[in-house]
């Protein structure tokens, strides 16, 4: 169907057709037999080897080297891996309540973030002829230390699990628009790549910043 290959083709940041994303991709779905378990063996790998942290603009490839990632490259390397076992899959965008991260990130790192995220972003598979969302936000360290510091309740983000029948998107509560969804992030990339340059702070203090961030939100998971 020609409306799908835009949802299995590579781009420049989703570089599914990369050898290492291929060689993963097969790698985790080896013993699989279904597109859905396909689709979450996936997932569980992304959210909880692909460590929740705050980073640049990544290549999908690069994000799977590093082993870490935001919501961006984390959804990112999702679709990647999705596309490369020939599961279409895209990006759902949205905004957010910039709360979402309070107390997961360090304070110096929050306070230079707008109060409304606008991007944020989450993967959708199609899977029995309909799309699910399947979010990877959180590793499971990650949440089960904020739900016994209690900086998040099971109010907040009922759960991090997915079936691979309906949908799981763990930011419901600090949504404020459902925007759209698309089939690449290459254009939203380049403008926050662009609205990078024009913060007020050099890029290295922000660097700086973000790595203490990251510290902060790894200790957590050390509880």
């Not at 380049?190 to 961030?213: F, H, T, V, Y």
Request: glycine share 4%; charged share 30%.
């Amino acid at each position: 169907m020609k409306v799908m290959e835009d949802y299995l083709k590579p781009t420049k940041f989703c570089d599914c057709d990369n050898q290492e994303i291929i060689d993963k991709a097969k790698e985790l779905t080896k013993n699989d037999k279904t597109p859905k378990e396909m689709a979450l063996s996936i997932f569980y790998f992304v959210r909880d080897q692909i460590t929740f942290m705050m980073c640049g603009n990544d290549k999908a490839s690069e994000t799977l080297m590093k082993g870490h990632g935001d919501c961006s490259t984390k959804t990112n390397l999702q679709v990647a891996l999705l596309r490369a076992v020939n599961i279409p899959a895209r990006y759902h965008i949205a905004s957010l309540r910039k709360e979402c991260l309070k107390g997961i990130i360090s304070k110096s790192l929050y306070k230079l973030f707008p109060d409304e995220l606008s991007h944020h972003q989450w993967c959708e598979c199609y899977l029995s002829e309909k799309w699910i969302s399947c979010d990877t936000l959180f590793d499971k360290a990650l949440t089960e230390a904020i739900y016994k510091k209690g900086i998040r309740t099971k109010e907040d983000i009922p759960t991090i699990d997915w079936d691979g029948e309906h949908d799981l998107n763990t930011m419901t509560k600090w949504m404020i628009q459902d925007k759209e969804t698309l089939p690449s992030l290459d254009k939203l990339i380049i403008k926050a790549q662009r609205e990078g340059e024009e913060l007020p702070i050099e890029n290295d203090q922000l660097e700086m910043i973000a790595n203490q961030s990251n510290k902060y939100t790894d200790s957590m998971r050390k509880l």
